[in-house]
């Protein structure tokens, strides 16, 4: 497919900083595309192959600031595919003219060709039965489902091409924010002898036995201690990390997910945790676009904003 080449040389590995006598390094997998960036370019690659080998139409699932539904709707518009988006919120569709006005990630979407069906946050619960699936198969006709998050076999596929052999031969851990399980899977398939660290991004008590049922290796663990108060939620104190590695180093961070990846690999290395000599690459995955829509909320809280 033209719209996923061979690209691993765009992204290259820059050093950060050295604390404590770690040296720590992030992948710029947020060079990978201008709008499907990081693990959505992954994540959707053998999706997309798939949808476009068989004529079918991509229904897939998220929020309204879902860097996978912009991601989904770009990668189908330059693949020539229909894309549907199910979107977490029935209000949102009583004036949809205000909605996309309001909402740079609809806006965006919509403007790639997505469909947008809106629906209530009851019903979007349900969204991983068979029966609500069934139900959009017989509105929308043959459609590819992709999960929220895009994380299936297809996913992890993808996520296995993040890492490259000398990445796996030159770093002793490899760390990576954790939100479905997909992309650290893939990750974890591919470095069998490399410590791997997810950094979860929300209380998920069941995402460690999800990803575990992905991988047959134990060289991974998932650390908690840094999601900050949940999913979505972006403290004062998140903020200013993300704020002053910006002046510092010249990176956009997101806050949902490399914001605390990044924010917990500091503070670990700042307590010594990590033997002196360790190299640690962190995968920076993007999701980038979804900023406007964080600091729209918190200048609705008058909270300190990202810059």
């Known amino acids: 497919m033209s719209c996923f080449p061979d690209i691993n040389e765009l992204t290259p590995n820059q050093y950060i900083d050295t604390i404590n006598g770690v040296e720590i390094w992030l992948k710029r997998e947020d060079l990978l595309h201008p709008f499907i960036s990081g693990n959505k370019y992954r994540k959707l690659k053998y999706n997309v192959q798939d949808a476009a080998s068989v004529k079918k139409t991509i229904l ?14 770009a990668a189908g518009k330059q693949a020539n595919i229909k ?10 569709a009583n ?16 403007n790639n060709g997505m469909d947008l069906h809106f629906v209530t946050r009851q019903a979007y619960r349900e969204k991983h039965t068979s029966i609500f699936q069934e139900n959009l198969k ?15 076999k297809r996913a992890i596929q993808g996520c296995t091409e993040i890492l490259s052999k000398e990445d796996i031969e030159n770093f002793t851990q490899v760390c990576c924010a954790v939100g479905t399980g997909g992309t650290i899977s893939g990750i974890i398939q591919s470095a069998a002898q490399t410590r791997i660290i997810g950094f979860s991004a929300l209380k ?8 575990a049922a992905n991988v047959n290796t134990s060289n991974w663990q ?6 900050f108060g949940g999913y979505a939620k972006v403290p ?16 956009q961070l997101d806050p949902i997910y490399t914001g605390k990846m990044m924010y917990g690999i ?19 995955t993007g999701g980038l676009q979804g900023i406007a829509g964080i600091n729209k909320r918190l200048k609705q809280k008058n909270s300190l904003q990202l810059i």
Do not use: W
């Open 60 to 73: 897939t699932f998220g929020g309204a600031f879902s860097n996978h539904i912009a991601a989904t709707a």
């Open 83 to 92: 894309t549907i988006g199910v979107i977490r919120g029935e209000e949102l």
């Open 95 to 110: 004036d949809l003219s205000k909605t996309l006005a309001e909402n740079s990630t609809l806006q965006f979407a919509h």
């Open 138 to 152: 017989k509105r929308f006709g043959e459609v590819l489902i992709v999960p929220e998050g895009g994380s299936n």
């Open 204 to 211: 998920a008590a069941s995402l460690a036995t999800a990803i």
């Open 222 to 227: 998932l650390n908690t201690n840094y999601i």
């Open 236 to 251: 004062e104190a998140l903020v200013v990390f993300i704020n002053n590695f910006k002046n510092q180093y010249k990176i």
């Open 266 to 284: 500091f503070d670990l290395c700042t307590k010594g945790v990590f033997p002196k000599n360790t190299r640690i690459l962190a995968i920076h």
